[in-house]
């Protein structure tokens, strides 16, 4: 646990660096399609504290509230077709959260792992360091470049990449459940529960190769409400109670 010094007040940090992975899904608020620019600038008012306390913050978001490689809009399209055009989704969404970020003064950098020189910084990690270190937030766009793997593996390997401390993934219930909370009122919640469990209860938390990725190099991820105000602070702050860490157990 750190110590950071801000305006006179010292604050104990849990974690220094973090990944947020949001979903392109939670975007898009109440609408069926798109994205809520009000909830992009509620999303970027979190970051906003969590950066105000002295957190090295990045992010990965999602681009299915636009298009899924795998989903049904992607009809009978070439796999690696429909994934790129996933992945052009996904930038799409960052530069949203970085114009809610910006009109926040927050200053907010887009590298995408596909080439989009008009809108984003190419991807390289020594510059993503970089720039998290001078303070800014970092939005990582376009996944991993590549057909076939989803933005939670970006998830995971951009964390890994920028030795981030945690992964936050934000989801639309509290935490990791033992079936379906909304389908299943006995559902259990999990306040911990092992990377292995997961895979063997093929829970839905992250796909199977984030998971193992996280796994083979002990990366904790913590599974959160993010609907619920102040949740990234809370957890980065090392609240007991908040989401489902998922970790390799004691």
Same mark, same amino acid.
């Given at each position: ?16 660096? *973090?990944? @947020?992975? %949001? ?15 009000? =909830?992009?600038?509620?999303? /970027? ?10 957190? +090295?913050?990045?992010? *990965? ?27 052009? #989704?996904? =930038?799409?969404? #960052? ?6 970020? +910006? ?6 950098r887009v590298l995408s792992a596909v080439d989009i020189p008009q809108l984003a910084e190419s991807f390289i990690r020594r510059r993503a360091v970089r720039h998290l270190e001078k303070g800014r937030v970092v939005i990582f766009a ?14 995971? @390997?951009? /964390?890994?990449? %920028? ?28 306040? +911990? %529960? ?5 895979? +063997?209860?093929?829970?839905? =938390? ?12 002990? @990366?904790?991820?913590?599974?959160? !409400?993010?609907?619920?105000?102040? !949740?990234?602070?809370?957890?980065? @702050?090392?609240?007991?109670? *908040? ?8």
């Amino acid at each position: 646990m750190t110590t950071t010094v801000r305006d006179g007040n010292a604050t104990k940090l849990a974690y220094n660096r *973090v990944l @947020l992975k %949001i979903s392109g899904e939670a975007l898009m608020g109440e609408q069926n399609y798109g994205i809520d620019v009000n =909830v992009a600038r509620s999303v /970027a008012e979190e970051l906003k504290a969590v950066h105000e306390i002295g957190v +090295e913050v990045a992010v *990965v978001v999602g681009g299915g509230n636009i298009f899924r490689g795998v989903s049904k809009s992607a009809g009978n399209m070439d796999r690696s077709s429909a994934d790129y055009i996933g992945m052009l #989704a996904t =930038v799409m969404n #960052a530069v949203v959260l970085q114009d809610a970020l +910006e009109k926040i003064d927050v200053d907010t950098r887009v590298l995408s792992a596909v080439d989009i020189p008009q809108l984003a910084e190419s991807f390289i990690r020594r510059r993503a360091v970089r720039h998290l270190e001078k303070g800014r937030v970092v939005i990582f766009a376009a996944g991993t470049g590549n057909p076939y793997f989803t933005t939670d593996s970006a998830a995971a @390997l951009r /964390a890994l990449e %920028i030795k981030a401390d945690i992964i936050l993934k934000a989801t639309k219930v509290d935490g990791v459940y033992s079936a379906d909370p909304m389908a299943d009122a006995t559902a259990e919640r999990y306040s +911990e %529960i092992t990377y292995q469990a997961v895979l +063997e209860k093929q829970l839905k =938390v992250m796909d199977a190769s984030a998971i193992s990725l996280c796994m083979d190099n002990n @990366l904790p991820i913590v599974v959160f !409400n993010m609907r619920q105000s102040g !949740n990234i602070s809370r957890v980065v @702050l090392g609240e007991t109670g *908040v989401g489902t860490r998922v970790w390799l157990g004691k």
